[in-house]
């Protein structure tokens, strides 16, 4: 299992509830126009399925799942960019301590040879 899977599978899922919220979403904005009067109720089923044919609900349910599946691309590159900043930091840091340690631990060698001297009588 490589590791593109796990992060497909959460994309599809996240695409999936996003796409469920947005036709919810439809759905309430409509009930809102009909409660409101600015739009009229279907007098009857055939009506309905008339106004919402398959092929309507599938090019706009396409169109969702292409926007849905935009954003959830984006927020995944905010996220991969924001641990790649992270790791860069650490990387910062480290070579920071790496070139503290090149400049000035020559001292501490010194200091410790001076001290071990002293201590075992050689100075």
């Known amino acids: 299992m490589s590791q593109a899977e796990p992060l497909r599978s959460e994309v599809d899922e ?3 509830h996003k796409v469920r919220h947005a036709v919810g979403v439809q759905a309430l904005r409509k009930i809102g ?8 109720v279907t007098p009857s089923a055939e009506d309905f399925f008339a106004n919402h044919a398959p092929t309507k609900n599938a090019a706009s349910t396409e169109i969702i799942e292409h926007k849905v599946r935009d954003a959830v691309a984006v927020n995944a590159l905010h996220k991969i960019a924001s641990i790649v900043a992270e790791e860069q930091q650490a990387e910062a840091e480290k070579a ?3 070139r503290w340690l090149m400049r000035y631990g020559w001292l501490a060698v010194i200091a410790m040879a001076a001290l071990l001297a002293k201590l075992t009588g050689v100075l």
Do not use: F
């Not at 126009?33 to 009229?40: L, N, R, S, T």
């Open 96 to 98: 920071q301590v790496l």
């Open 14 to 16: 996240m695409v999936a």
């Open 33 to 40: 126009k009909i409660v409101a009067g600015e739009q009229q």
